[in-house]
């Protein structure tokens, strides 16, 4: 039986980021100037096709599914990749910290820079429109974050976690990933995430503070061919 966080993306353009949704009722993207993901309805052929029809030539597109990702003829692969989606298994309580502060369009710079220093993800400069972002400062520059990216009902995607390098090992990201877990599961949501397999350490924290695996996942960037 499909679970709605098998295809995360089209259940979220359908779900709780219709809104944003760009494309019709057999394959949908997100704005690429908010964030590249984009999928099929299905893996029927006027599916794939309408997935095709989706990017101007030479815009990228993220697709991310549990089962094979299948694409047209008229887009190409530029990159693949494993990844793991992982669910909490419990809700999480709302906690406060006065070091922990919501970022604004004013911080949209800092947070880009910061995710391009330590690859959470896809990420740009309007991130923020997919959902809430936190982060931490020090004497005025943000060396932590973490927000909300996909909804589905009942759902909300944990995401952009990350930590400069040099302020890594003082608990940032812990305290940042129980923060917005926490306003998660306040809105009555179950927290889930992603993550490379090949990231056996975080996957090891995020089933230590809760997370089991609900499925591995394929990830493939593509752009449409010249």
């Known amino acids: 039986?499909?679970?709605?966080?098998?295809?995360?993306?089209?259940?979220a353009l359908q779900t709780g980021h219709a809104?944003?949704?760009?494309?019709?009722?057999?394959?949908?993207?997100?704005?690429?100037?908010?964030?590249?993901?984009?999928?099929s309805a299905d893996n029927s052929t006027e599916s794939l096709e309408a997935l095709q029809s989706l990017p101007a030539v030479g815009e990228v597109m993220a697709i991310v599914e549990a089962g094979p990702v299948l694409i047209p003829e008229g887009?190409?692969?530029?990159?693949?990749?494993?990844?793991?989606?992982?669910?909490?298994?419990?809700?999480?309580?709302?906690?406060?910290?006065?070091?922990?502060?919501?970022?604004?369009?004013?911080?949209?710079?800092?947070?880009?820079?910061?995710?391009?220093?330590?690859?959470?993800?896809?990420?740009?400069?309007?991130?923020?429109?997919?959902?809430?972002?936190?982060?931490?400062?020090?004497?005025g520059r943000l060396v932590a974050m973490g927000g909300q990216r996909?909804?589905?009902?009942?759902?909300?995607e944990l995401s952009g976690l990350c930590t400069h390098p040099d302020f890594q090992g003082r608990g940032f990201g812990k305290l940042l990933f129980r923060f917005?877990?926490?306003e998660i599961s306040a809105r009555g949501e179950t927290v889930y995430l992603h993550a490379y397999m090949a990231n056996t350490s975080a996957i090891s924290l995020y089933t230590a503070l809760?997370?089991?695996?609900?499925?591995?996942?394929?990830?493939?960037?593509?752009?449409?061919?010249?």
């Open 180 to 182: 917005v877990a926490g």
């Open 210 to 226: 809760g997370f089991r695996l609900r499925s591995q996942m394929n990830l493939r960037i593509v752009k449409r061919r010249d």
């Open 75 to 139: 887009l190409q692969t530029i990159s693949e990749a494993t990844l793991v989606q992982m669910v909490a298994e419990q809700s999480y309580p709302r906690i406060s910290d006065s070091r922990i502060e919501p970022l604004t369009e004013a911080d949209a710079q800092e947070m880009l820079d910061l995710a391009t220093l330590t690859k959470p993800g896809p990420f740009t400069l309007r991130a923020q429109n997919l959902g809430t972002f936190w982060g931490m400062k020090v004497d």
């Open 1 to 11: 039986m499909t679970h709605i966080l098998d295809r995360p993306v089209w259940s």
């Open 19 to 39: 809104a944003l949704a760009e494309g019709g009722d057999k394959a949908k993207r997100y704005p690429p100037s908010i964030v590249p993901f984009a999928a």
């Open 150 to 156: 996909l909804r589905q009902t009942g759902f909300g």
